[in-house]
Nanobody
Framework: VQLQASGGGLVNIGGSLRLSCIASRVTFSNDGMAWYRQAPDEELELVASIDINGRIKYGDFVKGRFTISRDNAKKSIFLQMNNLKPEDTAVYYC?????????WGQGTQVTVSS
């Protein structure tokens, strides 16, 4: 496992979580990085990405609720998630952008309770 996500949990509607991801054995500063998520019986989808120049993209469903950031010195990326909704319930993963098969870790479960 080269990328380990953490920070998930159970929150109520409207709550917040901050996800963290630390990388090892990857050339972090030269890679675009991203958060992905997969809900049960759904396809993997891109949540947010940040390239080596700090340019950011978000999935359409984010609508200003999430903020991605990176700290190259710590080989880490973060995802601040606010105003969470039940449809945000999923396992969240970090990976490079585009993703690499060998980078997938266990992810971190986010559950938004109604």
């Amino acid at each position: 496992v080269q990328l380990q996500a953490s920070g998930g949990g159970l929150v109520n509607i409207g709550g917040s979580l901050r996800l963290s991801c630390i990388a090892s054995r990857v050339t972090f500063s030269n890679d675009g990085m991203a958060w992905y998520r997969q809900a049960p019986d759904e396809e993997l989808e891109l949540v947010a990405s940040i390239d080596i120049n700090g340019r950011i993209k978000y999935g359409d469903f984010v609508k200003g609720r999430f903020t991605i950031s990176r700290d190259n010195a710590k080989k880490s990326i973060f995802l601040q998630m606010n105003n969470l909704k039940p449809e945000d319930t999923a396992v969240y993963y970090c990976n490079t952008d585009p993703w690499a098969f060998g980078n997938w870790g266990q992810g971190t479960q986010v559950t938004v309770s109604s």
